[in-house]
């Protein structure tokens, strides 16, 4: 790591950035937490443990990813090692755990002890011990700094590699977009396996200011994590969209007077479309004009938030308005490090220096969706877009049958290939509708044996399911029908089967 002090520079390294930030504010604390504080000094001495424990550039290592201090050691550490940070849950299937670090080509695990085992990888426990800070080997900006997993057709977790760079230059611009100030506490709410913790950890960590975990905030009660907010002086939260629009509704229900946490000055949302009446309810908060609310767009393959747009709030030409609950929400600008190129079609492609290394391991899908033009690489997103006269993109739809649960991207042919793997089912088709306000997987099943006396149950087919997919994949609701609508080209069809047996 970089030991020179000052102000953190335009383009450089994540890690060099962090270093230059622990130096000129070793004292204040970077990490609050109910196991307790850790300064930037502190900090550093359990990123540099980590990192010599590993040895240089051990590759791809795995990580317990759970909502603790730990774990930031654990991306910290692998990062300054020169390694590949590979967040593996722990309550995902044993399974997919060992398709997935098979698939990375893990060298090692940090963190839990019995889940190393279970893998078959070395265990690395983060210490945090006394020492200097140690240097980090010379990485390049296409290095890799992380690999994640995204839904895919084929039924096996789909590998996304992002270099150093990308990750880098998103963190400079978040500083930027979000206002991280020192002054800063950040609550980190997202799963540590999903990238969007990353906008929660990298902005406040290179930016000196303080990260904080919250266990109440995961509790499944708005008040408690309200409370939670206030008492730790919460001053930036991310929601997933999905989550968000359940805590309007919370607010909602105490009418204009709800309060919301005084100390409180940013809201990001996304993942997917924030609904326009939830907006509406929001705007006639009391404490709406006051709070930023943040509608970002992103992709994995193109690294966390690529645009934003304040819809209400301070930042907006009229901070007091009302928000027409027709009016839909749109995505925003481009952010500083973005290309972006909207196709004949509709389809919003990115470019610049954010975008992932590929799909190791699978050139025919790495081919399909980073494509050259004019010489440029660009990730075509699957997204159609309109923009408006003054610049700003607004979603209209994909352009493919990928859909959006909890936030995260669900190709629904990974759920049809693993009910295909069950003995008894025939054919299946799985698709997206809105249940109790959010947006849930549904599944239709055809038996392999039509005219078997017992054919499987739903129960069945969801127990199977649940022992090969991680549970944002499983659907909220399956039902065993006798056939399923097909095109007239003869394809099944997804739409059209929920249609049938909706009622």
């Given at each position: ?6 102000v ?10 962090f ?8 004292e ?14 502190q900090?550093?001495?359990c ?18 990813a ?7 050691v ?8 020169g ?8 309550a ?13 080509g ?7 002890a019995?889940?190393?085992?279970l ?9 945090c ?26 039924g ?18 978040l500083r ?18 999903w ?11 290179t ?58 000055r ?6 997917e479309?924030a ?10 908060l ?11 767009y ?6 966390l938030?690529?645009h934003?747009v ?7 030409p ?35 220096p954010?975008?992932a ?13 980073f494509?050259?033009r ?11 877009v ?9 979603h209209?739809g ?33 698709t ?18 039509r ?13 199977h ?7 944002h994949?499983?659907?909220?609701r ?19 089967s929920h ?5």
């Amino acid at each position: 790591m970089s030991k020179n002090g000052g102000v953190n520079r335009p383009g450089s390294d994540l890690l060099d950035t962090f270093a230059q930030t622990a130096l000129r504010w070793p004292e204040r604390v970077a990490i609050d937490s109910p196991e307790g504080t850790l300064d930037y000094r502190q900090l550093t001495t359990c990123v540099s443990g980590l990192a010599a424990a590993l040895g240089d550039r051990p590759g791809p290592v795995a990580v317990s990813a759970e909502h603790a201090p730990r774990t930031v050691v654990a991306l910290l550490g692998i990062l300054a090692a020169g390694g590949t940070y590979v967040p593996v849950d722990p309550a995902f299937p044993v399974e997919r755990q060992r398709r997935m670090v098979v698939a990375a080509g893990c060298t090692a695990l940090v963190g839990s002890a019995g889940q190393a085992a279970l893998l078959g990888l070395p265990h690395v426990e983060p210490a945090c011990g006394e020492g200097e800070l140690r240097a980090t080997v010379a990485a390049a900006p296409d290095d890799p700094a992380y690999l994640l997993f995204t839904s895919g057709s084929t039924g096996q977790p789909k590998p996304v590699l992002t270099p150093r760079r990308a990750v880098s230059a998103v963190a400079e611009s978040l500083r930027g977009l979000f206002g991280v100030t020192p002054a800063d506490r950040v609550l980190q709410f997202a799963s540590p396996n999903w990238d969007t913790c990353f906008e929660e950890i990298l902005p406040a960590l290179t930016a000196g200011a303080r990260l904080v975990f919250a266990p109440e905030a995961h509790s499944g009660s708005f008040p408690r994590l309200l409370r939670a907010v206030e008492r730790r002086g919460v001053t930036v939260l991310d929601l997933p969209t999905a989550f968000w629009h359940e805590l309007v509704l919370h607010l909602a229900e105490d009418g204009p007077d709800a309060e919301l946490p005084s100390c409180l000055r940013l809201v990001v949302i996304g993942g997917e479309a924030a609904d326009p009446a939830r907006l509406a309810d929001w705007s006639r908060l009391a404490d709406s004009a006051r709070i930023r609310l943040l509608n970002t767009y992103g992709c994995t393959e193109t690294t966390l938030i690529t645009h934003a747009v304040d819809l209400l709030g301070p930042d907006t030409p009229e901070p007091g308005r009302r928000w027409d609950s027709a009016e839909r929400a749109p995505i925003g600008r481009a952010l500083p490090h973005v290309e972006e190129l909207v196709t004949e079609e509709g389809e919003l492609l990115i470019g610049g220096p954010a975008l992932a290394t590929g799909y190791p391991g699978l050139p025919e899908a790495t081919a399909a969706r980073f494509a050259e033009r004019a010489g440029r690489r660009w990730f075509r997103t699957g997204d159609r877009v309109s923009r408006a006269p003054d610049g700003v993109l607004t979603h209209r739809g994909r352009i493919d049958h990928e859909v959006k649960i909890r936030g995260i991207r669900v190709d629904p042919a990974e759920v049809e290939t693993a009910l295909g793997s069950h003995p008894r089912v025939g054919l299946s088709a799985v698709t997206a509708t809105t249940l109790a306000g959010r947006t849930a997987l549904v599944a239709y099943v055809v038996p392999r044996d039509r005219a078997a006396a017992d054919p499987p149950s739903s129960a069945e087919l969801l127990r199977h399911l649940r022992e090969l997919l991680p549970a944002h994949l499983v659907p909220s609701r399956l039902s065993v029908v006798p056939e399923l609508a097909r095109t007239p080209g003869g394809k099944i069809d997804r739409a059209a089967s929920h249609l049938l047996y909706a009622n």
